[in-house]
């Protein structure tokens, strides 16, 4: 068992416990654990070089554990960065998914700047060259990824979508997404979705932010209801149904505007559990003013109802969105 732990990573993975609940600790991993040091077995430089990954590892658990580099040993572990590009692109999404689930994941990535290893991580042995390391990560503020994680996990979750698709793009901004895609292996659905941020970041929708400057929620949160609106509008190109049966779920549409309001101003908004209202027509109401109608004048009806309605700040009825309607 002795040699076995020699072959390890840190001295706080190298404790045992037998089925009689007896704990066996060669290397004082026990005592490392709880003065939250983490310390490397052996030789640090041997040890990386055994496996690249480590180093990402080194990075995760500089989340919950202390460890202060010499300058030596960060100059060694910087000088080996580039090649975590020849590790799989399963075993990166593997550590960097364990990554955004520690509690403490913004050291993770100040430690990862601090090696410069957010210039390699999109990069893989397939798709190497030069030009294509990257300038790292691009956000200050990450104070962000832990609001994500805080209050759209559930989300996130119930999208389809994954952390790594909703943050990394955070981290890198919309020009890495083709890198992002392709060191992650994303499938049909995220690939969508972070091409759909893009979208949104690149309309460059003007946004009036003094209406966020309100003291009112419900005034906020009308305002974010519009802006979603416009929004949808400058990507539905044919001007055609209605919101609650789009294409693009209305939860991506949250998620999009973490990319084109300021983070301090959305923190005060109860983004992530707000709905979109309830249209006060129905299909069937326009259909009986004209049974002649197809269904393409139905679509293109509802849109121009429905724009009608947000407009007027939600609070149009039944009657005045048919008049509306007929007059257009």
């Not at 990069?123 to 300038?135: A, G």
């Not at 994500?148 to 996990?153: D, E, S």
């Not at 009825?317 to 007059?327: P, T, Y």
Request: net charge positive; hydrophobic share 40%; proline share 2%.
């Amino acid at each position: 068992m002795n040699d076995d732990v020699k072959r390890r990573d840190f001295t706080i993975n190298s404790l045992y416990l037998d089925s009689k609940g007896n704990l066996t600790d060669f290397l004082n991993g026990e005592s490392d654990i709880i003065r939250r040091k983490l310390v490397f077995i052996g030789n640090p430089v041997e040890r990386i070089e055994e496996d690249y990954l480590r180093i990402i590892r080194f990075c995760r658990f500089s989340g919950n554990f202390d460890n202060k580099m010499s300058k030596n040993l960060k100059k060694e572990i910087t000088f080996r960065v580039p090649k975590i590009i020849n590790l799989s692109n399963k075993r990166i999404r593997d550590e960097i998914d364990k990554i955004l689930l520690t509690k403490n994941c913004y050291k993770c990535f100040l430690m990862m700047t601090k090696l410069t290893l957010d210039k390699y991580l999109l990069i893989n042995k397939n798709n190497y060259m030069r030009s294509e390391i990257s300038s790292g990560f691009v956000l200050k503020n990450f104070g962000i990824i832990d609001f994500i994680k805080l209050n759209a996990t559930t989300l996130v979750q119930n999208e389809k979508l994954d952390l790594i698709s909703v943050i990394m793009i955070h981290l890198y901004g919309e020009h890495c997404i083709d890198k992002i895609i392709k060191r992650f292996d994303l499938n049909k659905r995220k690939i969508k979705f972070l091409n759909f941020i893009k979208q949104i970041i690149n309309l460059k929708i003007n946004i009036k932010n003094y209406y966020l400057d309100s003291h009112v929620v419900r005034e906020k949160q009308m305002y974010i209801f519009q802006l979603i609106w416009q929004l949808r509008c400058g990507i539905n190109s044919k001007k055609q149904g209605l919101f609650n049966k789009d294409r693009i779920p209305f939860n991506w549409y949250k998620l999009a505007l973490l990319h084109i309001l300021p983070f301090e101003k959305i923190k005060e908004i109860d983004l992530f559990k707000i709905n979109w209202p309830t249209f006060p027509l129905v299909r069937e109401e326009i259909v009986k003013s004209n049974k002649t109608i197809t269904n393409v004048q139905v679509e293109r009806l509802f849109f121009q109802a429905e724009d009608f309605w947000v407009n007027n700040n939600f609070q149009s009825s039944q009657e005045e969105i048919l008049n509306f309607l007929k007059i257009s």
